[in-house]
């Protein structure tokens, strides 16, 4: 074993990152600054379960993870749509395969940590990193039960602390770095809705649910108890906004104007909304990711995004797997860490920008869009057209969810794509007028087939 890697943070990119390097032969210690989450309870509203796709899935099946993860997934097939009292299932994809699934945060995390652990890696739990010497890699942390600090030089530092990084926020103060942290003048709040007398869910349980109502939205996914975590996503500030849901009463009314099927489900409602905290969405975007070969940033703490289209986790996971495999052919006593944190960087940050964009697109989609007669029409359309030319035309949520296509490559493409169901609809409002010769033509000229996956 070469020197030992200091893993900051063991949210979910720090645990599975751990898994992998110990996978490699190296010694890994973890730094938590939260308590073992395996022997307390997670406190309520921090997205308690999250969708887990394609690229999060690879990356658990790469250390060997599939089996313990599936039992603990629940496929979500669509979009469930809550509008004029009408239920309208939206699917994911072309298929039954191309599906999401709903995951319980805690759960995950506790099977990374088991799994960490069981290839040997150290973890020391409530022990908040306070200082980074990022010239150094020389860390101070405080051990929270005790009070003591303690100093330590690491070889090298990997900071997963998560989207308000102290790694990131040092890290940019060196020479040439750049950093911005951009919240959204909208919050979030978690609610639920409980599991039937029988534990069971009361609402279709495959499925994602969206209450759309254009400024604002609920969605609801489903937890193995039987139960619903519920999230409503509104401005902060403002006539229809958290500021202005001050009472039990406001927030009573407010559900029975808007969203009166799910405040049926929701006995404990206004008790809830005001026991949970509001969250705060931010994207993060920074340059460089790491400094020399001496400290380097993964997960939220380099490119934290909004949730809309389910993929910070999934793009932490992808990171994990594209790491390793730099590590490929690396001896663990000689590893040439700066060039590694290098081509890291040039493999993810142009990629990391692109489903940064595209989450924030995905909040209109989902609270406004969904109910445009023309994005289901375009929606069919994008299907005959996969259908018809697979290699070349992916409709862009399949490549980000389904596939492995590189963000960036996904963000390119769909815009091209956009613009060529634009031209191919024209004004009409159904299909039956589509040239699928001419659609094929212009496929092959605008956009060529899909680069293989990485
Ligand atoms: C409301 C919401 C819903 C979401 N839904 C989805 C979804 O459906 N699908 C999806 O893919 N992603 C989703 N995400 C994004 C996902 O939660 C993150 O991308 C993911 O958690 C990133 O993992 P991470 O390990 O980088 O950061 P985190 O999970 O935040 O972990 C960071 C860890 O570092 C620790 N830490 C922080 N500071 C310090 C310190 N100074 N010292 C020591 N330890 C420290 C923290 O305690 C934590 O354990 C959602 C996010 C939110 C907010």
């Not at 060997?64 to 993860?69: F, M, P, Q, R, T």
């Not at 969405?281 to 400290?295: G, I, L, N, S």
């Amino acid at each position: 074993m070469g020197e030992t890697i200091t893993i900051a943070g063991a949210g979910l990119a720090g645990s599975l990152l751990s898994i992998y390097l110990a996978r490699r032969g190296f010694d890994v210690h973890l730094i938590e600054r939260r308590d073992d989450m395996r022997r307390h309870k997670l406190s309520a509203g921090r997205s308690i379960n999250l969708a887990l796709a394609n690229r999060g899935l690879r990356a658990l099946d790469a250390v060997g993870l599939g089996d313990s993860v599936r039992p603990l997934l629940i496929t979500m097939k669509g979009r469930m749509l809550h509008e004029n009292d009408q239920l309208h299932l939206q699917p994911y994809g072309k298929n039954d395969q191309e599906v999401i699934y709903s995951v319980s945060r805690p759960g995950l995390n506790r099977l990374l940590l088991d799994t960490a652990e069981a290839h040997g890696v150290r973890i020391s739990f409530n022990q908040t990193l306070c200082h980074v010497d990022v010239d150094s890699a020389t860390i101070t942390v405080r051990d929270n039960v005790s009070g003591d600090q303690y100093q330590r030089e690491c070889h090298p530092l990997i900071a997963t602390d998560g989207s308000g990084s102290l790694t990131r926020r040092t890290l940019a103060f060196s020479p040439g770095a750049t950093s911005a942290e951009e919240f959204l003048e909208h919050g979030y709040k978690e609610l639920t809705i409980p599991a039937d007398a029988n534990g069971d869910h009361r609402i279709e349980k495959h499925a994602l649910h969206i209450w759309p109502r254009g400024g604002f939205m609920l969605i609801a996914l489903p937890n193995l108890d039987g139960s619903f975590t519920v999230t409503l996503f509104m401005p902060r500030e403002g006539e229809t906004s958290f500021a202005s849901l001050d009472s039990h009463d406001a927030v009573t009314d407010f559900f029975t104007r808007t969203f009166h099927d799910a405040l049926e489900l929701m006995p404990d409602l206004a008790t809830e909304f005001f026991a949970n905290p509001t969250g705060r969405m931010v994207t993060v975007r920074c340059k460089p990711w790491y400094r020399r070969d001496k400290v380097l940033l993964l997960g939220d703490a380099a490119h934290a995004i909004v949730p809309f289209h389910g993929q910070g986790m999934n793009c932490a996971f992808e990171d994990c797997l594209v790491f390793d495999r730099l590590l490929a052919g690396e001896s663990t006593h000689a590893v040439d860490w700066r060039s590694v944190f290098a081509l890291f960087q040039a493999q993810r940050l142009d990629n990391a920008n692109a489903i940064a964009d595209l989450a924030l697109e995905n909040y209109i989609v989902m609270r406004e869009s969904v109910r445009d007669p023309r994005f289901h029409l375009k929606k069919a359309l994008s299907w005959e057209l996969e259908k018809r030319f697979p290699k070349a035309f992916i409709p862009r949520y399949s490549m980000v969810m389904f596939h492995h296509i590189p963000y960036a490559t996904a963000q390119s493409r769909g815009v091209i794509q956009e613009q060529l169901l634009e031209e191919l609809i024209g004004d009409n409002d159904t299909l039956d007028h589509v040239d699928y010769a001419s659609a094929k033509t212009l496929i092959d000229t605008r956009l060529g087939n899909v680069p293989e996956s990485a």
